[in-house]
């Protein structure tokens, strides 16, 4: 009876001392603005037995209304404003629960101011954001990325952490990391591949970020993945480039990511010298999968690398025999736009990203056309099908557009095309179009976050896809979807990844031996804020004996007039005047003959929307 007294009091004594203790509030808590949302942040407090934090919110500075109460690991919050860039002020204190009920003092308030954004402050927004989640939710012990957000965070995926390196470049020569620290992660990352399973040189899809060891990707598929290597070494050829300072930590970079890239073997994946490269080889399986890279999809990538190759490479030839083998070109048009190669209307438009985040396509064509074209195209096909909505899905028009592999309402995950439409939308999809479709894919970053974003908007900025008709919107980020928005924006914005990738020494060589060709025909499409419309002109430069192609793509029906004005800005030609034209695209070819050489510049006017200018060189 004495021993169970004590153990009472023992225990009241103990539960007593608990109830007594005060956690401490959190430190540095700050807000930050934007256009429609301010995002409250701070650091952890350093009491024991905490069980979360309350949010408290005032519109005036003097009354504080509980918020959310959040997670004992939430370091964030997402107010959402929605007020579409009108400056609205709001006031915010935090405090720490812990255990037994007990409440921490309120933390010192922060205070933030929304405000309209620019389109460049917008897509900076957009790619600060989504770096987030190959920086701050990288795997701690090998700083690759993680396969999603939701799922086994063991689980690292080999293709979507050369994304993040990607993005990881981004972020260095945007400031958003130090170069010190982002030259520590990349060290971080390579060391951890370096001891990491391969297969003849080839990664696995799926990577125990832990130990290194493969995680099968499914029963036969738990060896090496080509295609997965393939945009792992695009990450990491391209971060060997930007690296360049002679310095013991970058020179051991450059030289480790150089042992990594020669010791693929590109040719073992021929199967048996074959005349195609195979995605998959297992040790258990061997040649099970029997998956041959062949027709257009998102591998191209592969064929370009395994020909450059200094030390495993493959003969251009099979480019030819295996990737460009059988059914590969596409004669059709879809709502006016040639596909040149693919599947109908496209496929999903994943396959325009995937190996164009280093591979510049603009400037160069093989037999079956310039890849920037068809990639545009690609983007423009998805846009007018979704004006179209010929299912009458919820939401579906110029603004609210893109179908590709995501998260799905109703099977897990899948692709979506305009042969596979569930009403499933993934921002990935027109955002990764940005340098294809700049004025369509701003429309829809715009849209998504202004019209969407109090669900659609999270900490590592848009969440994979929604479904208007479902009221549905995931809680999810997928490695594989979130690089491609960092990258490709970038790309739109300076050609960072494009320029950094393409100075590799092994890369021009490997584009000739497969056959490629210079071609001007593909060019970033000149673009000049929300007129309604994107033009692209080429040849650029020209002679005057050449014919100029002018291709516009109209939102809206209206009369167009086109000239041309010297670098004075006196008119020099009018090249056609009021023509009626129907929304969609528009193409036609002039002639500049007798023009002298020199700079001028094309101006095109539209009844309904703004002023286009570009530049044209006449030789």
């Given at each position: 009876m004495t021993i169970i007294r004590f153990t009472l009091l023992a225990s009241a004594l103990w539960a007593g001392c608990l109830s007594a203790q005060t956690p401490a509030p959190p430190a540095n808590v700050a807000a930050s603005g934007y256009d429609s949302h301010i995002e409250l942040h701070?650091?952890?407090?350093?009491?024991?037995?905490?069980?979360?934090?309350?949010?408290?919110?005032?519109?005036?500075?003097?009354?504080?209304d509980l918020l959310q109460n959040v997670g004992p690991s939430t370091r964030s919050i997402i107010d959402w404003t929605g007020d579409e860039g009108q400056a609205?002020?709001?006031?915010?204190?935090?405090?720490?629960?812990?255990?037994?009920?007990a409440l921490s003092d309120f933390s010192e308030p922060a205070s933030a101011t929304t405000a309209a954004m620019?389109?460049?402050?917008?897509?900076?927004?957009?790619?600060?954001?989504?770096?987030?989640?190959?920086w701050d939710f990288a795997h701690p012990l090998s700083g690759l990325a993680r396969e999603r957000s939701n799922g086994d965070n063991n689980i690292v995926t080999t293709g979507g952490s050369g994304f993040g390196i990607m993005a990881i470049v981004v972020a260095t020569e945007r400031g958003w990391v130090t170069r010190e620290a982002a030259v520590n992660r990349m060290i971080q990352i390579i060391?951890?591949?370096?001891?990491?399973?391969?297969?003849?040189?080839?990664?696995?899809?799926?990577?125990?970020?832990?130990?290194?060891?493969?995680?099968?990707?499914?029963?036969?598929?738990?060896?090496?993945?080509?295609?997965?290597t393939a945009f792992l070494m695009q990450g990491l050829l391209t971060a060997r480039q930007y690296f360049d300072q002679n310095t013991p930590l970058e020179n051991a970079l450059r030289n480790a990511i150089t042992g990594l890239w020669e010791a693929v073997e590109w040719d073992w994946y021929r199967k048996n010298g074959s005349g195609t490269l195979y995605w998959h080889w297992s040790p258990n399986h061997g040649w099970q999968m029997n998956f041959p890279l062949r027709g257009f999809n998102e591998t191209h990538?592969?064929?370009?690398?395994?020909?450059?190759?200094?030390?495993?490479?493959?003969?251009?030839?099979?480019?030819?025999?295996?990737?460009?083998?059988?059914?590969?070109?596409?004669?059709?048009?879809?709502?006016?736009?040639?596909?040149?190669?693919?599947?109908?209307?496209?496929?999903?438009?994943?396959?325009?990203?995937?190996?164009?985040?280093?591979?510049?396509?603009?400037?160069?064509?093989?037999?079956?056309?310039?890849?920037?074209?068809?990639?545009?195209?690609h983007s423009l096909i998805q846009h007018a099908y979704s004006i179209n909505n010929p299912s009458n899905f919820t939401g579906y028009s110029a603004e609210c557009w893109g179908l590709t592999s995501s998260d799905d309402p109703l099977a897990g995950y899948r692709e979506h095309h305009p042969g596979y439409d569930n009403g499933t939308i993934a921002p990935t999809a027109a955002l990764s179009s940005m340098p294809y479709t700049p004025s369509e894919s701003l429309a829809a970053l715009r849209h998504f976050y202004r019209a969407q974003g109090e669900r659609l908007w999270g900490p590592y900025g848009f969440y994979d896809a929604f479904n208007l008709k479902l009221d549905w919107f995931a809680s999810s980020y997928l490695a594989i979807d979130q690089g491609p928005i960092v990258v490709m924006l970038e790309n739109h914005r300076t050609g960072l990844l494009w320029n950094l990738f393409m100075q590799n020494p092994e890369i021009q060589p490997a584009l000739e031996a497969l056959g490629f060709q210079p071609d001007a025909s593909g060019t970033q499409a000149d673009f000049l804020g929300k007129n309604g419309f994107d033009v692209f002109v080429f040849p650029n430069p020209i002679s005057t004996e050449e014919m100029l192609n002018v291709e516009c793509s109209i939102l809206a029906p209206q009369k167009l007039t086109l000239r041309i004005i010297d670098t004075?800005?006196?008119?020099?030609?009018?090249?056609?005047?009021?023509?009626e034209m129907p929304a969609g695209l528009f193409q036609k070819t002039l002639h500049l003959k007798d023009l002298p050489q020199g700079i001028y510049f094309l101006e095109m006017t539209g009844s309904k929307s703004g002023r286009w200018t570009g530049k044209v060189m006449v030789k």
């Open positions: 701070w650091q952890p407090s350093n009491s024991a037995n905490i069980t979360g934090y309350q949010v408290f919110r005032s519109t005036d500075g003097s009354q504080f609205l002020t709001r006031h915010y204190k935090v405090r720490t629960t812990a255990a037994l009920g620019s389109d460049e402050q917008l897509m900076d927004m957009v790619q600060q954001y989504t770096f987030r989640y190959f060391s951890f591949l370096q001891l990491a399973d391969r297969f003849h040189g080839v990664f696995p899809h799926w990577l125990n970020g832990s130990t290194g060891k493969a995680i099968p990707f499914s029963q036969y598929d738990d060896g090496g993945d080509l295609v997965e990538i592969t064929y370009l690398l395994a020909a450059a190759s200094p030390t495993h490479g493959v003969p251009g030839s099979l480019y030819q025999t295996g990737w460009t083998a059988g059914n590969y070109a596409n004669g059709s048009t879809y709502y006016g736009y040639p596909i040149f190669c693919g599947p109908p209307a496209g496929g999903p438009l994943f396959f325009a990203h995937y190996s164009y985040l280093g591979f510049d396509p603009r400037n160069v064509k093989d037999a079956f056309c310039n890849y920037f074209q068809r990639n545009r195209n004075q800005g006196r008119p020099v030609r009018a090249l056609f005047q009021d023509m």
